[in-house]
């Protein structure tokens, strides 16, 4: 059922941003009254789910859930129809309005994810607001997995900066580290300052490593809630209890306790709760799989979160930050495929794209990550390949600056580069996903 509702969301989300994409074309285009032939949400090779006529335009479903488009009369793009070309140019063509309008038309799906984004933020912002977990709020400091270990930060650290540019919201430090390609990071431990400094060509390692989990806050152990059959609760544990200590050892934290309770599969150890101003001690057989079946209390019950909330007004300002951040940071994501070593094995497809939704439906997350997904699908349109709209959108350049149109045949050669380069790409990014599905 999970991989159902991540499946319905990746399409959902594709959907949306496909139409609002292909419209930016079809808008632009019939403002500089440019005959559209078809728009299309999805491919439809051989037959189409849905379609109907209305005007000059033919909509319709298409059955192949790779994108959309829309066919503009006297252009060459993916539907390669050069018989068009061959005919003589009509008024209502592409080919035969001025460079400039070709290339608003050109540019009109990316302009308008980029706003789709911008208000997607805005909205959000209106309606949720911010609210993150400060880095000065992180008492406790922080936990790392075997690759935060191995960058040189430890269970404990409490993270000052990196280097040395304080971050306030201490979910970016991940983020940071990676796409700034950072060189150290500011830590407290054991009461000294020190300066950790990250190994040479470990941020491909962080790239490929992907989960944001190799820092994490550290937290006391309070129960939350139990699992089905939890072996804690059956043995007289409560919701609230504040886990302290395993058989001799007083363990003050969730990843002390995590960790240490491995070590007592099959085992009966006795598990010391703090319940009120009660200490109390209960044995508990620890099943094969070394887990005692609770859900700890999240982050939120130990810090003070900073909220901030907008009002419609100052919505719209904080909406454009968020989309040029967003921005920002992908175009960073670009540049470290070719800055670090290897960086290209993260690349991914549709899985890694799907796999980013929540496994249960939450609006919230949804809407943040299509907003997100409208930043990545806009900057990738705009990349100059052929067939992608940045081809297009190169060859009008060239034609604004030199004066000089390329041939209709030179343009059906450069789309079928193009299209040999985008399925390339296709196949390798999903190639991707399916090496790592079965190396796990």
Do not use: C
């Not at 930016?24 to 189409?48: C, D, M, Q």
């Not at 252009?75 to 005919?87: A, H, N």
Request: charged residues 20%; aromatic residues 14%.
């Amino acid at each position: 059922m999970e991989i159902v509702v991540k499946i319905v969301q990746l399409l959902l989300s594709l959907s949306i941003l496909v139409i609002f994409h292909e419209f930016g074309h079809f808008l632009a285009a019939r403002i500089f009254k440019t005959r559209v032939e078809k728009f299309y949400l999805f491919f439809n090779p051989w037959f189409s789910l849905l379609k109907f006529k209305k005007g000059d335009t033919e909509y319709g479903l298409g059955w192949l859930p790779l994108g959309g488009y829309v066919k503009i009369s006297g252009m060459i793009d993916e539907s390669m129809d050069v018989e068009q070309m061959k005919q003589p140019a009509q008024p209502w063509e592409f080919r035969s309005k001025p460079a400039w309008q070709r290339l608003i038309i050109m540019l009109g799906g990316v302009t308008v994810n980029i706003l789709l984004a911008v208000f997607i933020y805005m909205v959000m912002l209106f309606a949720w607001g911010e609210q993150y977990i400060p880095t000065s709020e992180v008492k406790y400091g922080i936990t790392v997995d075997s690759l935060g270990y191995s960058m040189g930060l430890r269970n404990g650290d409490r993270i000052l900066s990196v280097d040395n540019k304080q971050i306030d919201d201490f979910a970016a430090i991940p983020k940071t580290i990676i796409l700034e390609e950072a060189k150290s990071v500011q830590v407290i431990r054991d009461g000294q300052s020190l300066d950790v400094q990250i190994p040479q060509g470990f941020i491909s390692k962080l790239i490929k490593h992907k989960s944001p989990d190799f820092i994490s806050v550290r937290i006391p152990f309070e129960v939350g809630d139990f699992t089905p059959g939890s072996v804690a609760k059956n043995a007289g544990l409560k919701v609230n209890d504040k886990i302290i200590g395993l058989n001799d050892s007083l363990l003050a934290y969730f990843d002390q306790f995590r960790s240490n309770i491995q070590q007592y599969k099959n085992t009966r150890v006795i598990v010391t709760v703090l319940r009120n101003n009660d200490t109390l001690r209960y044995p508990v057989q620890v099943p094969a799989e070394g887990l005692i079946g609770v859900y700890p209390k999240g982050p939120a019950n130990f810090f003070s979160l900073k909220e901030k909330n907008y009002n419609l007004i100052t919505a719209i300002p904080a909406g454009f930050v968020k989309a040029w951040d967003g921005v920002g940071n992908y175009l960073k994501s670009i540049k470290l495929l070719f800055s670090q070593e290897k960086a290209y094995e993260s690349v991914g497809g549709f899985i890694t794209i799907g796999s980013i939704f929540p496994s249960t439906w939450d609006w919230q997350a949804f809407w943040a990550l299509t907003a997100f997904l409208s930043i990545m699908l806009a900057i990738l349109n705009v990349l100059p390949i052929p067939a992608l709209d940045g081809g297009h959108v190169m060859f009008l350049l060239y034609e604004i600056i030199f004066r000089r149109k390329p041939s209709d045949k030179f343009m059906e050669y450069a789309q079928y580069v193009g299209m040999i380069i985008l399925f390339g790409l296709l196949i390798f990014a999903n190639g991707n996903d399916l090496l790592k599905l079965f190396r796990h």
